[in-house]
């Protein structure tokens, strides 16, 4: 049974591009959620999908954005990449339990 | 605003002994409290979850209490091994609209020496 998964593993880019993150959920699980993680921090929430859409969000802009599709795989996108944006995302997914599964994460740099 | 905190950053021990972490919130009312562990370029993985109905909560060798009156969560790892050095998160939870939305401290660093 596999685990979350997240591609890409590494990422650079400049600032003011766009970038796509991908994760694909445990099986059985219907919920995804996304968290960025700056270094020496715990994990931030940025939001939460359930049947392909968006049940809560965190503090975060609308450079952040993110979709959920039938399968319930999920994206992140990030829009105009700020050099703060730098950070590990990841990505976990949760079925009828309160607990959550996480993928390995994305690590971004942004120049 | 909601606040966490974990005890120091880092917590150094020798192998054997017992391992005890600390998780306290302000401006807070979780219906239950998670902690999870993390190792180094990883994604965290899930250790216990405590209700807010219940006092302590525990396996094998990880005991986990709950004292919403203090607003403290306590973290013990028993018998310590140099395997369990990762660092550990707590991570309150509303639940009811909150549900799924976890909100995590900053995380201990745990090292066991041999």
């Known amino acids: 049974d596999a685990g979350v998964t997240q591609s890409p593993t590494h990422l650079i880019k400049t600032r003011g591009q766009q970038v796509t993150l991908r994760c694909s959920p445990k099986s059985g699980h219907d919920t995804v959620s996304w968290y960025q993680q700056a270094l020496g921090q715990g994990p931030q929430f940025i939001f939460q999908y359930y049947e392909e859409e968006e049940r809560q969000r965190g503090n975060f802009p609308d450079r952040f954005s993110g979709h959920q599709f039938p399968n319930y795989s999920s994206e992140l996108n990030v829009n105009a990449l700020l050099l703060g944006d730098s950070a590990l995302y990841l990505c976990?997914?949760?079925?009828?339990?309160?607990?959550?599964?996480f993928g390995p994460g994305t690590r971004l740099t942004v120049t | 605003s909601q606040k966490i905190e974990q005890n120091s950053e880092a917590l150094n021990i020798q192998e054997g002994k017992t391992a005890t972490l600390t998780c306290n919130y302000t401006?807070?009312?979780?219906?239950?409290l998670q902690w999870y562990r993390q190792d180094p370029g990883r994604g965290p993985v899930f250790l216990l979850l405590i209700r807010e109905n219940e006092k302590e909560k525990r396996k094998e060798r990880l005991k986990v209490t709950f004292d919403t009156t203090l607003k403290q969560s306590l973290f013990h790892i028993t018998a310590s091994q140099p395997a369990d050095s990762a660092t550990y998160l707590c991570a309150p939870n509303a639940g009811g609209t909150s549900y799924g939305k976890l909100t995590f401290g900053q995380g201990t660093i745990l090292t066991v020496h041999p």
């Open positions: 976990a997914s949760s079925g009828t339990g309160t607990e959550q599964y």
């Open positions: 401006n807070y009312s979780p219906a239950y």
